[in-house]
């Protein structure tokens, strides 16, 4: 059973360019979650999605930042007009059901040159 | 809001036991989680405690005390490839994101 996938693994932009990131979560999994991680920090939560649906965003910022997970194919983290400031660790995670253990990504590290 | 404290480093012996503390501010939550990191890779869910008490699994134990908004990650036998950074994470009750601390590096010597 194939883990959660992430990509790409690792993606490079400038200032002002679109970053759009994949996840594939684990099969049997209808749960994803987005995560951001900067050096040295812990993960900060931003969006939890079920198919079709954004159940939780407030930890996504208001602006440039989207999200969606369709009905078919993989949930997509969208970054419009990159800063410098969005340089980190985009970690998915996919569980189950809600509540249930969350499993994650190898990540995708976002470089805004 | 929540927020979780844990030791900014710890360093052990190859062989030794090691406990993680994770002391934590919530008005509720389901559950506290455990995970390890390495070198910024994948976290890797290692234990998970909903009520009060011990869980074991294997080398690691995850303790939960929610009258002493505490808890802590045991890891016995410990080996080279346990140096990583570890994390307690809460689980909201609403919505049920994981909210991380900011991580233990543990570095095991031999």
């Known amino acids: 059973n194939a883990g959660v996938m992430q990509n790409p693994r690792h993606l490079v932009r400038r200032r002002g360019q679109e970053a759009r990131l994949r996840c594939s979560p684990m099969k049997g999994h209808s749960h994803v979650y987005w995560y951001r991680q900067l050096p040295e920090e812990g993960l900060k939560f931003m969006v939890y999605l079920q198919k079709e649906n954004i159940i939780d965003e407030s930890g996504m910022p208001k602006e440039r930042f989207s999200a969606e997970f369709p009905k078919e194919g993989p949930s997509i983290l969208r970054i419009q007009q990159v800063v410098r400031g969005d340089s980190a660790a985009y970690f998915c995670?996919?569980?189950?059901?809600?509540?249930?253990?969350?499993?994650f990504g190898p990540g995708t590290r976002l470089t805004v040159l | 809001g929540q927020s979780l404290e844990q030791p900014s480093e710890v360093t052990a012996v190859e062989g030794a036991i090691v406990q993680i503390n994770c002391t934590y501010q919530?008005?509720?939550?389901?559950?506290l989680s455990w995970y390890q990191q390495h070198d910024g890779g994948a976290p890797t869910f290692l234990s998970y405690n909903a009520l009060d008490g011990l869980e074991e699994t294997g080398r690691f134990s995850s303790f939960l005390s929610r009258s002493d908004s505490y808890g802590y990650l045991l890891l016995q036998e410990l080996q080279m490839k346990d140096s990583a950074s570890y994390f307690c994470a809460l689980q909201g009750n609403s919505g049920y994101a994981l909210n991380f601390g900011k991580g233990t590096s543990l570095l095991v010597t031999p």
């Open positions: 995670a996919s569980s189950p059901g809600e509540a249930d253990t969350q499993y």
């Open positions: 919530t008005s509720g939550f389901y559950g």
